[in-house]
């Protein structure tokens, strides 16, 4: 198994202007400039890369998030791990982790319970390689349809 830790914002460093801290969550994302946003991805990449550095995952995978929130506010989970996933996913198939992100290769995509911690709020992502049995067994349960036959 493979633990990511990634961020829940990314600071774009501006040179006359005063750093910007972007979200990664889908309120943000729907609103950015699409070169803002190229710069946010291309910077999530670069933070990623020492953790994936050398990795390769055997594909297919099932993927788990957890995200520890900085306040002990109500947060709408499904925003922030929808775009953490799509950075991610797009990061560990640049990188040459796997061969590709579609349904073939990530199987399922679990998040759990929001949990509190003010000092470090992030994404902690743990990716599991699915084994052969598994992969048969629920490929045979599929081609017989939801009712068995």
């Not at 889908?26 to 699409?34: E, S, V």
């Not at 990449?45 to 994936?52: G, H, T, W, Y």
């Not at 390769?56 to 922030?80: C, G, H, Q, S």
């Not at 319970?113 to 709020?121: N, V």
Request: charged share 30%; aromatic share 8%.
């Amino acid at each position: 198994m493979i633990k990511l830790i990634c961020p829940l914002y990314i600071v774009l460093e501006r040179k006359t202007k005063p750093d910007k801290k972007i979200f990664v969550n889908m309120n943000t994302y729907r609103n950015l400039h699409f070169q803002i946003n190229n710069q946010v991805k291309i910077k999530y990449k670069e933070l990623l890369k020492e953790q994936l550095v050398g990795v390769k995952i055997k594909t297919p995978v099932e993927i788990t998030y957890k995200v520890y929130k900085a306040r002990n506010n109500n947060l709408d989970k499904m925003n922030v791990v929808s775009i953490t996933s799509k950075y991610l996913l797009d990061a560990i198939t640049e990188l040459g982790c796997w061969t590709d992100d579609n349904d073939d290769f990530v199987k399922t995509e679990t998040i759990m319970p929001t949990e509190l911690d003010k000092e470090k709020p992030r994404v902690e992502v743990f990716i599991k390689s699915i084994n052969e049995r598994f992969r048969k067994d629920s490929q045979e349960s599929q081609a017989m349809g939801e009712d068995g036959n």
